[in-house]
């Protein structure tokens, strides 16, 4: 229990400790409700500033991955031979089915409570196509939010579910970066128990509160679930390589996903 409540945030931040993390940074908000409302204000405008520069940073990164990926991958196609290639390609596909089907169950509940899934649809689908295009729930959040001002959802519900949802509610990257993960154990020949994919697929469910809504964000926080198991890290920079067709689909379904979630949600509260 002493070990949750780190000693130094700056160390556990730049150790990767999540949890801890965590931790300090509801004390810390506890801690800033108490101070004078002018004081606390300019404290979350430094972090809203930092968190706006370090998106830039990590878009800068991202902008450069394909370089480094190419580096990475050649080494690991080589080795691992054609066949690699052809399961890379089965893995998109099925991965990518089943992200489709896991979108269509919020069609599917929203046609159970009542609501037009037609209208829904139409209304949706031009959102759909910024997400595909951009990669980014982060980037949709606008039309999103547009889209749900048509569709008649109250401003106070969308104005504090729809960013909440973007920041917490990764609804299909858990899905895809544990195929990913397992795709990985299995390109290199490791055999997870049905114990261990659990445990993996619950580790990357929590840490998905955690990524960025950026291109290819879920991966940014997989590190540590490769490092606790076992997995070679270098394979993230062969998720990423095939990433780009994946996440189309992912940020499809999130945004999806977010706004069916709202009008849920908006239908309760009335």
């Given at each position: 229990?002493?070990?949750?409540?780190?000693?130094?945030?700056?160390?556990?931040?730049?150790?990767?400790?999540?949890?801890?993390?965590?931790?300090?940074?509801?004390?810390?908000?506890?801690?800033?409700?108490?101070?004078?409302?002018?004081?606390?204000?300019?404290?979350?405008?430094?972090?809203?500033?930092?968190?706006?520069?370090?998106?830039?940073?990590?878009?800068?990164?991202?902008?450069?991955?394909?370089?480094?990926?190419?580096?990475?991958?050649?080494?690991?196609?080589?080795?691992?031979?054609?066949?690699?290639?052809?399961?890379?390609?089965?893995?998109?596909?099925?991965?990518?089915?089943?992200?489709?089907?896991?979108?269509?169950?919020?069609?599917?509940?929203?046609?159970?409570?009542?609501?037009?899934?037609?209208?829904?649809?139409?209304?949706?689908?031009?959102?759909?196509?910024?997400?595909?295009?951009?990669?980014?729930?982060?980037?949709?959040?606008?039309?999103?939010?547009?889209?749900?001002?048509?569709?008649?959802?109250?401003?106070?519900?969308?104005?504090?579910v729809l960013p909440a949802a973007v920041t917490l509610f990764k609804f299909a990257s858990p899905l895809a970066r544990t195929a990913g993960t397992y795709f990985i154990a299995a390109l290199y020949g490791?055999?997870?128990?049905?114990?261990?994919?659990?445990?993996?697929?619950?580790?990357?469910?929590?840490?998905?509160?955690?990524?960025p809504g950026i291109p290819s964000g879920g991966l940014l926080i997989m590190t540590p679930v490769y490092l606790a198991f076992g997995l070679p890290v270098e394979g993230i920079g062969l998720l990423i390589?095939?990433?780009?067709?994946?996440?189309?689909?992912?940020?499809?379904?999130?945004?999806?996903?977010?706004?069916?979630?709202?009008?849920?949600?908006?239908?309760?509260?009335?």
């Amino acid at each position: 229990m002493i070990g949750l409540v780190p000693s130094n945030p700056f160390a556990a931040a730049a150790n990767g400790d999540i949890l801890p993390l965590m931790i300090f940074t509801v004390i810390f908000s506890l801690a800033l409700i108490q101070v004078e409302e002018r004081l606390a204000k300019n404290v979350v405008t430094f972090f809203e500033a930092t968190k706006q520069a370090l998106l830039v940073v990590i878009t800068w990164i991202m902008e450069l991955a394909p370089y480094g990926i190419f580096a990475l991958v050649l080494p690991i196609t080589a080795n691992l031979g054609t066949e690699s290639v052809r399961l890379l390609g089965t893995f998109i596909f099925i991965v990518c089915g089943l992200i489709v089907l896991l979108a269509a169950c919020i069609y599917l509940g929203l046609w159970i409570l009542g609501h037009d899934i037609r209208k829904f649809a139409k209304i949706m689908a031009p959102v759909q196509v910024i997400g595909f295009g951009t990669r980014s729930s982060l980037a949709t959040l606008p039309a999103t939010i547009a889209a749900s001002e048509i569709l008649g959802v109250s401003q106070k519900t969308a104005g504090i579910v729809l960013p909440a949802a973007v920041t917490l509610f990764k609804f299909a990257s858990p899905l895809a970066r544990t195929a990913g993960t397992y795709f990985i154990a299995a390109l290199y020949g490791i055999d997870l128990t049905v114990y261990e994919f659990i445990v993996i697929a619950m580790a990357i469910g929590l840490l998905s509160f955690y990524s960025p809504g950026i291109p290819s964000g879920g991966l940014l926080i997989m590190t540590p679930v490769y490092l606790a198991f076992g997995l070679p890290v270098e394979g993230i920079g062969l998720l990423i390589a095939i990433d780009l067709i994946v996440d189309m689909f992912i940020t499809v379904a999130n945004v999806t996903a977010n706004l069916g979630v709202t009008i849920m949600l908006d239908g309760l509260r009335d």
